[in-house]
Nanobody, 124 residues
Framework: VQLQASGGGLVQDGGSLRLSCAAS????????VGWFRQTPGKEREFVAN????????AYADSVKGRFTISRDNAKNTVYLQMNSLKPDDTAVYYC??????????????????WGQGTQVTVSS
C-alpha cells in the first residue's frame, strides 16, 4: 500500500491550498480515509475524515467551515481543500487509510497506512 500526499506549500494568511492523497495497492473505494497534521513537539492532530463513499465526513472544530474533504474513488484520491488558511494551520499534513473499514475515524491509531506528509506553511 502506498499513499502519496501532495499539494502543500507556502501561502499567505487567508490563502488557499488543495492537498491530494493518491492511493495504490489498496481497495480504496472501500476504505475510510483521514487527514491529520503535526507540528514539532506535538502529537498528530485530527483534521478531517471521509467514509468510503464520501457520504459522511467529519472535521476538527478548528477547521470546520474552512476545510472540505472529498474523494474521487475512480482516481483513488482524496482531497483536502483548505480555505481561509491561518498561521496556526502550519504543519505537516498526513493522509491515512484503513482498508479494513468502510467508515473513517478521528483516532490516528485506527489507521493502518500513512502517506509521507506534505508541508503546509501559512505566513502572517
Amino acid at each position: 500500500v502506498q499513499l502519496q500526499a501532495s499539494g502543500g506549500g507556502l501561502v499567505q494568511d487567508g490563502g488557499s491550498l488543495r492537498l491530494s492523497c493518491a492511493a495504490s495497492g489498496v481497495t480504496f473505494s472501500r476504505s475510510g480515509v483521514g487527514w491529520f497534521r503535526q507540528t514539532p513537539g506535538k502529537e498528530r492532530e485530527f483534521v478531517a475524515n471521509i467514509n468510503w463513499s464520501g457520504g459522511n465526513t467529519a472535521y476538527a472544530d478548528s477547521v470546520k467551515g474552512r476545510f472540505t474533504i472529498s474523494r474521487d474513488n475512480a482516481k483513488n484520491t482524496v482531497y483536502l481543500q483548505m480555505n481561509s488558511l491561518k498561521p496556526d494551520d502550519t504543519a505537516v499534513y498526513y493522509c491515512a487509510v484503513n482498508p479494513n473499514s468502510y467508515i473513517a475515524y478521528d483516532n490516528p491509531a485506527l489507521y493502518d497506512y500513512w502517506g509521507q506528509g506534505t508541508q503546509v506553511t501559512v505566513s502572517s
